[in-house]
């Protein structure tokens, strides 16, 4: 199905999924009042609208990219400056690229592979009903990038240990209740928030230089990938401090264009002790 007739699906989809199913919407309003205590009624309710067009975009997108053929994904889907990793990972074998859950993310497990020469590694949550999960592990590896489940993270990094990766993540993600201990805690949109401390501690540990890979929407079903360097020194840092950058551009990101941001996520739903 061409996009244009996907989109109109999501206008509809997103107006149902707003006023009548109203799938976490109190979450999603409570969300961006917080974040955005200065805006009006007004302009609340036009970000709520966005918010909820952005994630149904997003479910469309990730549907259509089991049949995107690779030149659509590398037009659709670019990255300006890839040349950034070449000396990176020369100088320390491996890249921790990490990212949000902002504009696009589906697409970069496609596009990072086919726009770099490099191995890539996506690390993704599974989901319970094994036959799904292997259709979107072979949908989303299909064109060369590595899927590795969160529960193997550390396995995978001593695998490639002496391989050169760029090892891709997700950080943005609200610990669970058992990672809380080693969670890193900052000011993140206005509120005392969570942060998982993986991407950190495996850059640390391996002296792994961390990239932000910042998702920018051009126009609907187009986006823009920009490199930019957090560190290429991880271990001359205190600790939390990679972690701070990464919370501190991405908020920067967010400010920016917030509809952007999967707002529908509990991200706040556990407090400092």
Avoid at 129 to 156: A, D, H, Q
Wanted: with cysteine; glycine share 2%.
């Amino acid at each position: 199905m061409p996009f244009p007739i996907l989109y109109l699906f999501s206008n509809f989809a997103s107006w149902v999924m707003m006023h009548f199913i109203k799938y976490r919407k109190a979450v999603i309003i409570d969300n961006l009042k917080n974040a955005f205590p200065d805006k009006s009624d007004k302009e609340l309710n036009t970000l709520v609208k966005k918010t909820y067009l952005n994630l149904i975009d997003n479910l469309i997108e990730s549907l259509k990219s089991f049949t995107m053929r690779k030149a659509t994904i590398i037009r659709r889907h670019k990255i300006l400056n890839p040349e950034l990793l070449a000396p990176l990972l020369q100088e320390h074998k491996s890249v921790i690229g990490v990212t949000a859950h902002y504009g696009n993310w589906e697409w970069g497990s496609l596009s990072a592979s086919l726009q770099t020469p490099f191995k890539m590694a996506a690390f993704y949550k599974p989901i319970r009903n094994k036959y799904l999960n292997k259709i979107l592990r072979n949908s989303r590896s299909r064109c060369g990038t590595e899927l590795v489940s969160i529960y193997e993270t550390s396995k995978i990094f001593k695998k490639y240990h002496d391989e050169p990766h760029v090892f891709l993540m997700a950080a943005d993600q609200s610990p669970s209740s058992r990672q809380l201990k080693n969670a890193y805690w900052f000011n993140f949109m206005g509120r005392n928030t969570a942060f998982l401390h993986g991407a950190e501690k495996h850059a640390r540990n391996n002296n792994y230089a961390v990239v932000y890979i910042d998702i920018q929407r051009v126009k609907r079903g187009f986006y823009e990938v920009e490199l930019s360097l957090l560190t290429d020194d991880p271990s001359s840092l205190q600790d939390g401090e990679i972690t701070k950058m990464y919370a501190q551009k991405l908020e920067s990101v967010i400010k920016k264009q917030p509809e952007n941001w999967l707002w529908s996520h509990n991200r706040w739903k556990h407090t400092a002790k």
